[in-house]
């Protein structure tokens, strides 16, 4: 029951992202000092299909709060 929830979660979030880079992201410009956008890092991460989608998350949260470059929309 747990996997099958982190998995839900892990599908859920992923889509959120991909919705982000779709219409939001275009209309941020480009000031991340990563080489990868934390959006694609975020991505990356998903895909590894870890058993703990909540360490996925705590490594994307920690990705984002490290950019120096964050712009409210």
């Known amino acids: ?25 275009k209309h941020t410009g480009r000031d991340c ?8 890092y975020a991505l990356k991460v998903l895909n590894k299909r870890s058993a703990n989608i909540f360490k996925d998350l705590y490594l994307i949260r920690t990705r984002i709060k490290g950019c120096k470059v964050i712009h409210i929309i």
């Open 33 to 40: 000092i990563y080489p990868t956008s934390c959006s694609n």
């Open 1 to 25: 029951m747990v996997r099958r929830s982190n998995s839900l979660l892990n599908r859920l979030v992923y889509r959120l992202i991909k919705l982000y880079q779709k219409f939001i992201s």
